[in-house]
């Protein structure tokens, strides 16, 4: 008889003491029946609660469950990362521990792998317990990221995904510190295709990715895939420069016609300089986001540190 072939289903998670045992009972359940091996591989980014303990026991006494600890919180892209390096399945799939991607959607994801697809996104047909505001910033985001970085990245679709083994070992090959999973996995092409879902709220505890560290990943993506916020400002700094040239010869102009009179226009030189001063800081904020990731690419530091495998 052939060998079944293995699904690693990898959970990246960080103090989610009260969701890990509801998600692994309902992971287990939706894989009964199915022809694939189950591994769960959880990946351990710094937590300080119980959940560590809760894994470690498990895998204790169930081989289907691996454990992988960072030495501290490198945040949720490079968990991600980890458990990708680390996944030896013929599939992995990608999913949170707040089972806000639902395990019963894993069946679904498995069918279309099954059909010839290597990428299968978990596309969110809802959001329950969301703002519209965050609905409505997040759509925002997508349409604008993909008329930016020209990656057909899927709209409503977060990290919850089935990735083939091919897929795997691309992503493997692209090391950059600033993670960007979800374009990266676009980037990398092979065939791929969407399975929606409704996705509910949070099931236990308190979300880990707040305004601030959405924002921070939206400005990772940005920068990591697209230049163009560079080309803007050159632009930007033409149009000043010509909108300059022509105020100084409407003054030049003014002078010819009365030279007697007064210089006029203060008022307006000195607003133009404080909006054009702040412009310029904008811009130079902006080009020291690139300079700082090409400093931390150049020191060439491990993505990641296990503390225990």
């Not at 697809?117 to 317990?129: F, H, K, T």
């Amino acid at each position: 008889m052939p060998t079944a072939k293995k699904l690693v289903v990898v959970v990246p998670f960080l103090n989610e003491a009260d969701n890990l045992p509801v998600l692994y009972d309902r992971v287990i359940k939706v894989m009964t029946g199915q022809p694939e091996e189950l591994q769960i591989l959880f990946v351990d980014d710094g937590s300080t609660d119980s959940s560590t303990q809760w894994v470690q026991n498990q895998a204790a006494t169930a081989s289907r469950v691996r454990l992988l600890r960072l030495s501290r919180n490198f945040g949720h892209q490079i968990a991600i990362t980890a458990g990708l390096d680390h996944a030896d399945g013929d599939a992995v799939v990608v999913m949170d521990a707040d089972l806000q991607d639902p395990p019963e959607v894993i069946p679904d994801l498995l069918a279309k792998w099954r059909d010839g697809y290597e990428v299968v996104y978990a596309v969110r047909r809802s959001r329950a317990g969301e703002t519209w505001l965050k609905k409505s910033l997040a759509v925002c985001f997508y349409k604008f990221f993909r008329a930016l970085a020209k990656v057909n990245v899927p709209m409503n679709a977060g990290d919850f995904r089935l990735l083939d083994r091919s897929v795997v070992e691309a992503l493997r090959q692209m090391r950059e510190a600033h993670r960007y999973m979800r374009a990266m996995t676009s980037w990398v092409g092979f065939s791929q295709c969407a399975v929606e879902y409704d996705r509910p709220a949070r099931f236990a505890g308190e979300t880990k990715y707040p305004a601030w560290k959405s924002l921070r990943l939206a400005i990772d993506g940005i920068t990591s895939f697209s230049a163009a916020p560079l080309r803007w400002v050159s632009g930007f700094g033409a149009g000043v420069s010509i909108l300059g040239v022509l105020w100084l010869v409407n003054i030049l102009w003014g002078k010819i016609q009365n030279p007697a009179g007064p210089v006029p226009g203060w008022t307006s030189v000195i607003a133009a300089v404080l909006i054009f001063s702040g412009a310029q800081m904008i811009s130079i904020g902006l080009l020291g986001q690139y300079i700082s990731r090409i400093f931390e690419e150049s020191k060439k530091r491990p993505l990641y540190i296990l503390r225990k495998k």
